[in-house]
């Protein structure tokens, strides 16, 4: 196994600065450690796991660097949403939507931060749909909308 190196700089400080990561040859003897994950179908894939290994996310392909920065941050989040550290997670979504609007996770993040703030006002549901809404309204042609009319009575508020 190698160390992980990143020719983008933004992505590979922020590669260096919240993630322990590990680089290896799939055609060769894959470690242990990456066997509690599953078959890689494609390279190249970034398994992204908690300290107690936990699979959060499996990023799939080349992203370009803004793509992939906003794909590690909503796995930051969603580590986050996972460890009940719910602030945290509103803070990390919240920049997603301002730092990454028209990424291809933006609606997601849009997603889980209505969860965190959801989470973070009491399990209120009134600030879930505020957030979920925004969804409809901001991207509208996003599966991501469809996956909040969860509660029974509620659908989203159509323009």
Not at 7 to 24: D, G, R, S, T, Y
Not at 133 to 157: C, H, I, K, M
Request: hydrophobic share 40%; aromatic share 12%.
């Amino acid at each position: 196994m190698d160390a992980v190196t990143y020719p983008n700089e933004p992505v590979a400080q922020l590669l260096n600065k919240e993630f322990a990561c590990v680089k290896c040859n799939v055609q060769e003897k894959v470690p242990e450690l990456l066997l509690n994950f599953g078959k890689i179908q494609w390279t190249p894939t970034f398994v992204i796991a908690d300290h107690a290994k936990n699979q959060i996310r499996r990023i799939i392909g080349y992203r370009p660097p803004v793509e992939f920065q906003a794909e590690l941050h909503v796995s930051l989040g969603l580590i986050d949403l996972l460890h009940n550290r719910n602030r945290e997670a509103l803070l990390q979504f919240e920049g997603i939507a301002n730092r990454f609007p028209k990424s291809l996770v933006a609606a997601e993040s849009v997603f889980w931060k209505g969860i965190a703030a959801y989470r973070t006002a009491g399990r209120n549901r009134e600030v879930l749909k505020e957030y979920w809404n925004q969804l409809l309204t901001d991207y509208p042609e996003s599966t991501w909308w469809d996956r909040a009319a969860v509660f029974p009575g509620w659908e989203p508020n159509r323009p």
